[in-house]
């Protein structure tokens, strides 16, 4: 099992959160970025830096994701692909993406999108607060436990 990030938008937050399941489960992440990052200094966390570019670094994670891997993002149509792979879709708001709700998903970003360009103002998401932040790490407690091998 590997963890991979859609590490241009995620909030710092949850970056520390991943950093210190990384040591304490020695599972390893790796975060993907279009931007240069610096990650802590660990052989279970690692920093890759892509071309700049649309979907780049979410073309990148499809590429290099197993089944069974976890990926965080915010992204539904990542989340969509994670899922077709056989992978495990979190968003840093703790909420994972299902195969039963991604359709109803995309559907809805399309039309809020449709809204945007036709000059009406949807708001954006709520400001990220600690209640997310522990509804994250939660989720990704409970995810982990389930699917590491019982000895």
Not at 31 to 55: C, E, F, H, W
Request: charged letters at 25%; aromatic letters at 6%; one cysteine or more.
């Amino acid at each position: 099992m590997q963890i991979w990030v859609d590490a241009d938008a995620c909030p710092a937050v949850i970056k520390d959160i991943l950093y210190r399941v990384a040591e304490r489960t020695q599972i390893p992440v790796t975060l993907v970025a279009n931007q240069l990052m610096r990650v802590p200094g660990s052989k279970y966390i690692r920093a890759l830096q892509v071309p700049s570019g649309a979907d780049v670094a979410d073309a990148e994670i499809v590429e290099r994701l197993s089944p069974g891997d976890l990926v965080v993002t915010g992204d539904i149509p990542l989340a969509a692909l994670v899922l077709e792979r056989g992978g495990f879709a979190l968003n840093p708001r703790g909420d994972f993406y299902t195969k039963d709700t991604i359709a109803q998903q995309l559907t809805m970003r399309a039309f809020m999108e449709e809204l945007r360009s036709g000059g009406v103002d949807t708001g954006g998401p709520a400001a990220f607060n600690q209640g997310d932040r522990q509804a994250f790490a939660n989720a990704l407690d409970r995810h982990l436990a389930r699917q590491r091998p019982r000895a």
